[in-house]
């Protein structure tokens, strides 16, 4: 079974510019999370997805951050413009749903920012 | 606010040395509590799903158990391919996934 893909791995951009990240979750799960980890921290979570709908972005900076989640699989997160504290890694998580039992995510391997 | 704590941040271990690792969680009800794996580099890979209090999951030399406001992470006899940041996660009614700051294990041949 393949995994979560993530891509790019890596990005350096200045600040105020764009960056864009994208997500391929697990086959058949319909939900979709992105998570913001900064160095030393545990991963924060930003949007989560449920098919392609929003279920929660309490967290998401919406000043500067957006994700669309077309069609119910791939995923994009955008950051426009970035600042320095944007520096960390964004992950992206995908889990079986049914019947509201929350089950365990499956992360990608990430894609670390590093904004100068 | 809801919070979720890990103890110790830090543990080195002798290889064969066994412990044990804390998290503990002030959310109000639980609905599930993970337990995540992360490597340097690498995103969490999931280890075990505990839903209430009494619970225990086993895998190879990890176990993991669940009281009302705490679990535990016991390590047995850790090899050094064991060493990584040990993460943990709650989800509390209603609300998403919060995760704890992990501990990070290093186990010395």
């Known amino acids: 079974e393949a995994g979560v893909a993530q891509s790019p791995r890596y990005k350096i951009i200045e600040k105020r510019q764009s960056v864009a990240f994208w997500c391929n979750p697990i086959?058949?799960?319909?939900?979709l999370y992105w998570y913001q980890q900064i160095l030393g921290q545990g991963p924060k979570l930003l949007i989560q997805f449920q098919n392609n709908g929003v279920v929660d972005d309490s967290q998401l900076p919406k000043d500067r951050f957006s994700a669309e989640r077309l069609k119910g699989v791939d995923s994009t997160l955008k950051i426009q413009p970035a600042k320095l504290e944007d520096s960390a890694v964004y992950l992206c998580?995908?889990?079986?749903?049914?019947?509201?039992?929350?089950?365990?995510?499956?992360f990608g391997p990430g894609t670390r920012l590093t904004v100068t | 606010e809801d919070q979720v704590t890990q103890s110790p941040e830090a543990l080195r271990l002798q290889e064969g040395e066994s412990s044990s690792l804390n998290c503990s969680y002030t959310?109000?009800?639980?609905?599930?509590l993970f337990w995540y794996r992360q490597d340097p580099g690498k995103g969490p890979e999931f280890l075990f799903t505990?839903?209430?209090a009494g619970e225990e999951k086993e895998k190879e030399r990890l176990k993991a158990t669940l009281t009302k406001k705490e679990s535990f992470l016991h390590i047995t006899a850790p090899k050094p391919e064991d060493s990584a940041t040990y993460l943990c996660a709650v989800q509390p009614p209603g609300q998403n996934f919060v995760f704890g700051p992990g501990t990070r294990l290093s186990v010395l041949p």
């Open positions: 086959s058949g799960h319909a939900t």
């Open positions: 998580a995908s889990s079986f749903t049914s019947g509201g039992v929350p089950y365990e995510q499956y």
């Open positions: 959310v109000s009800g639980l609905r599930g």
């Open positions: 505990l839903y209430s």
